[in-house]
T-cell receptor
Framework: EADIYQTPRYLVIGTGKKITLECSQT?????MYWYQQDPGMELHLIHY???????EKGDLSSESTVSRIRTEHFPLTLESARPSHTSQYLC????????????FGNGTRLTVT | GENVEQHPSTLSVQEGDSAVIKCTYS??????FPWYKQELGKRPQLIID?????GEKKDQRIAVTLNKTAKHFSLHITETQPEDSAVYFC??????????????FGKGTKLSVIP
């Protein structure tokens, strides 16, 4: 089934560790996004991509980085995790075009101790 | 860039009553307005959307209205049920500069339907 997949679903990690949150979509979408969201709260755009080798920073300043080497894959990396990074991270994708809804993954709930 | 204001932030209604959530946007060039529902612990899911050439759209108990002149759009849920309890996000799609089009989200409305 075409969908957008995020792993891991939950992650507890110590301060200073490097982590990569995985996001893959099988819908053939060009555009992909990363949002940070505390549960039930506002969605903050931290990174987005229009296609392979395209990455842009979003509205919320973030210490994370992203890469887009393949159309279907958009991983997010934190070089050195901090307690302030504790949050939920949602990946999303959409087709290229003006009036395109976003499809969200199930999210990764990150806790940094 | 686009700015989307959403009200109220929390809303409690009795089961069977109607619920209305309102959003305003700042960019008159915005042309697409989706609404997302996010149940507790789950991902946001698209429930209805409307484009700027349409004033109203209905899907069973859910409707969205758009007033382009006033730059506001609203979500209407009739005959509310406990399973409608969730956080609802409005969004507006607009040009955000440097050839970039983005969805800007409101801050969300937590709807509680009381049985």
């Amino acid at each position: 089934e075409a969908d957008i997949y995020q792993t891991p679903r939950y992650l507890v990690i110590g301060t200073g560790k490097k982590i990569t949150l995985e996001c893959s979509q099988t819908m053939g979408h060009d555009k992909m996004y990363w949002y940070q969201q505390d549960p039930g709260m506002e969605l903050h755009l931290i990174h987005y991509s229009y296609g392979v080798n395209s990455t842009e920073k979003g509205d919320l300043s973030s210490e994370s980085t992203v890469s887009r080497i393949r159309t279907e894959h958009f991983p997010l990396t934190l070089e050195s995790a901090r307690p302030s990074h504790t949050s939920q991270y949602l990946c999303a994708s959409s087709v290229r075009g003006d009036n395109s809804p976003l499809h969200f993954g199930n999210g990764t709930r990150l806790t940094v101790t | 860039g686009e700015n989307v204001e959403q009200h109220p932030s929390t809303l409690s209604v009795q089961e069977g009553d109607s619920a209305v959530i309102k959003c305003t946007y700042s960019d008159s060039a915005s042309n697409y307005f989706p609404w997302y529902k996010q149940e507790l612990g789950k991902r946001p899911q698209l429930i209805i959307d409307i484009r700027s050439n349409v004033g109203e759209k209905k899907d069973q108990r859910i409707a969205v209205t758009l007033n382009k002149t006033a730059k506001h759009f609203s979500l209407h849920i009739t005959e509310t049920q406990p399973e409608d309890s969730a956080v609802y996000f409005c969004a507006a799609f607009a040009y955000s500069g440097a050839g970039s089009y983005q969805l800007t989200f409101g801050k969300g409305t937590k709807l509680s339907v009381i049985p």
